[in-house]
């Protein structure tokens, strides 16, 4: 089945610095690759994703990349702010419904 | 637009018992999927369920079974409870529209099991 590294599992980064989130997975059929933001005590909110068709898309501060051939996707974030301290995680999907997710990273950004 | 809400948010249940968690989706989302989030396992799909068939199921025990209403409504109910099906139980609804599987997750219901 469907198998999803993500790196690095922790973060540390000064307000203003960028960050970068890396994910790679092994089912070719996967088309969709979704990233999501867990702050403590919530679900896992929807910040951004990408389709196979497309190689990058950004929304803001967000933006995310696909390399179909390598089977690698990566989370940029520019222009940390405090409040983007969560965990984030990448998720790749083959199937209706069903999303493989990385283990997650816990970012922190210190003012 | 009200987002997925599950009931109940907390839950104590001891080993052997059972349980029974319900998840409403976001209006006009006919497609939900259920996962499992402990701190060893991570986030595990455990099954998804569209117009009250399920799908696709991921690699849980038969004791985890679901079952979705006329009205998208879906639970997700837990026989014969072990100490290691304490977690954080996550539904997801969608359109389901052909490629689109935009998943939006509700807060999660907190099962322990003692």
């Known amino acids: 089945g469907e198998n999803v590294e993500q790196h690095p599992s922790t973060l540390s980064v000064q307000e203003g610095d960028s960050a970068v989130i890396k994910c790679t997975y092994s089912?070719?059929?996967?088309?969709?690759f979704p990233w999501y933001k867990q702050e403590l005590g919530k679900g896992p909110q929807l910040i951004i994703d990408?389709?196979?068709?497309?190689g990058e898309k950004k929304d803001q501060r967000i933006a995310v990349t696909l390399n179909k051939t390598a089977k690698h996707f990566s989370l940029h974030i520019t222009e940390t702010q405090p409040e983007d301290s969560a965990v984030y995680f990448c998720?790749?999907?083959?199937?209706?419904?069903?999303?493989?997710f990385g283990q997650g990273t816990i970012l922190t950004v210190h003012p | 637009k009200a987002g997925v809400t599950q009931t109940p948010r907390y839950l104590i249940k001891t080993r052997g018992q059972q349980v029974t968690l319900s998840c409403s989706p976001i209006?006009?989302?006919?497609?939900v999927s259920w996962y499992q989030q402990t701190p060893g396992q991570g986030l595990q799909f455990l099954f998804e369920y569209f117009s009250e068939t399920q799908r696709n199921k991921g690699n849980f025990p038969g004791r985890f079974s679901g079952r979705q209403f006329s009205n998208s409504r879906s639970e997700m109910n837990v026989s014969t409870l072990e100490l290691g099906d304490s977690a954080l139980y996550l539904c997801?609804?969608?359109?389901?529209?052909?490629?689109?599987?935009?998943?939006?997750f509700g807060p999660g219901t907190r099962l322990t099991v003692l």
């Open positions: 997801a609804s969608s359109w389901d529209r052909g490629a689109y599987n935009e998943q939006f």
């Open positions: 089912d070719s059929a996967s088309n969709y």
């Open positions: 990408i389709r196979s068709n497309v």
């Open positions: 998720a790749a999907s083959a199937y209706y419904g069903k999303l493989t």
């Open positions: 209006s006009g989302h006919r497609s």
